[in-house]
């Protein structure tokens, strides 16, 4: 083969390896895709990107980062205005990932009076184990107690919430203080006097088993727990 011909093959080949370059990302970005998919997530606009150095490492399966980011996104019977979640290290063949990170903007969920609006939610962890935050802002949170005292038919309180797990409820003449926490599972105030109130249950998130609660400095609740991986697509 003359120079004229080797110089072409080399061409061809550089050609091919540009070509694979572009064409993989896409090609994993699609497998991403349709796991999500299969999990329950989509949106209206949900980007996949994958980002793997070099690009042909993604034949093995294997990426080096996986970020997923979307608005108006609909997940297993709740919505959100806005995800981002990032994966490092990721086997995409095995859905798995050494690390994830991710975050959701106005999450809702069903409630036990209605739509409950979680303003912020934080995901860390791994394909192995996921914490989830949950952050209820002050004024969502006193709406909820509201409705939930109100359907006693003790009237409408006023509430206070003070941290770490403090509620005060002030309704006509009578003072209650009662304490926010986790009991089987389920997020409940109770204290002497008053019914127990459900605020927030485990099959209210697919895969989410809250563990603790706490009152904030300005009166918003959060709510940590563990996080199900395969709720996500991940193998767990």
């Given amino acids: ?13 550089v050609l091919a390896g540009a070509l694979l370059s572009l064409l993989l990302p896409v090609a994993a970005g699609g ?14 606009r949900l980007e996949v990107r994958v980002e793997a150095s070099p690009s042909l490492r993604l034949l ?10 979307g608005r ?25 990932a050494e690390a994830v990170e991710g975050r959701l903007v106005d999450l809702v969920i069903d ?19 996921l914490n989830l935050e949950l952050g209820l802002g002050a004024g969502e949170a006193a709406r909820t107690l509201v409705a939930l005292v109100a359907e006693l038919g003790l009237g409408q309180p006023r509430v206070g919430l003070e941290p770490p797990d403090r509620v005060v409820l002030e309704v006509a003449d009578r003072r209650l203080v009662a304490r926010i926490a986790v009991v089987d599972g389920a997020v409940v105030v109770e204290g002497e006097g008053l019914a127990q109130l459900v605020v927030l249950t485990a099959g209210s998130v697919r895969g989410f088993e809250p563990r603790s609660v706490a009152v904030g400095p300005d009166g918003g609740v959060v709510v940590e727990g563990r996080l199900d991986p395969q709720s996500l697509g991940l193998a767990g």
């Fill in 72 to 96: 108006g996104v609909r997940w297993a019977g709740t919505t959100a205005a806005s995800l981002s979640i990032t994966l490092a290290e990721v086997d995409l063949f095995g859905r798995r």
């Fill in 111 to 129: 409630g036990p009076q209605g739509p409950l609006v979680v303003g912020s939610v934080a995901l860390e962890g791994s394909s192995e184990a």
């Fill in 1 to 13: 083969m003359g120079r004229s011909g080797c110089g072409g093959v080399v061409v061809i080949l």
């Fill in 60 to 69: 093995t399966g294997r990426a080096d980062r996986v970020v997923v980011e």
């Fill in 31 to 44: 497998i991403v895709g349709l796991g999500l998919e299969a999990a329950g997530v989509r949106g209206e």
